[in-house]
């Protein structure tokens, strides 16, 4: 009867755990899915402000060359509020990867231990003789634990070269359009 009451306690909390996983899944999926709400409702706002602004300008245009400065500056704004849009949008979706990858890290480690823990009950109970098979699978396991690891530290690596790589670009361009910007003045 123990073995049935282990059994069921075992389901009831890996029962448990999906859900409180499912539940971590679900809050940083409807978190950032705000964030980029957010983001995009204020872009609105400021679309239409720029839009107004700039409609209010060319109606009071009196030739062809405040009419090409005006050009300019409405292109000039638009690239900053591209950029300055693309740069908030990549913060919010690379915050969210590294929220998914923390909480798939999690689980993989608490299945790993899982499983650990699991061979060390199956191990005690097993026949003589069965020890072999016992180290062997936790040697698989752990094998599997320093690959997942090493992917990790991969995938983190390449995160870190993309993001420094999409801030040294957005570091260029904005000193690019500064200058640029000065002259036209």
Known sequence: ??????????????????????????????????????????????????????AKAAATVKDVQELNSLQTKAAETGLEFAMGYSKNFYEIATAAQAQYTSLVEERVNLFQKSMVDTLDKVSKAAPAGSDVLVTAMKTGLAASAAATDSFSKAAKQATAFADTAFKTATETAEKATKPAAAKRK
């Open 1 to 54: 009867m123990t073995t049935l009451n282990s059994v069921t306690e075992q389901f009831a909390d890996f029962s448990k755990s999906s859900v409180d996983a499912a539940m971590k899944f679900a809050s940083v999926g409807v978190g950032s899915t705000e964030r980029f709400f957010g983001l995009n409702v204020e872009a609105t706002k400021v679309g239409f402000d720029v839009t107004a602004r700039n």
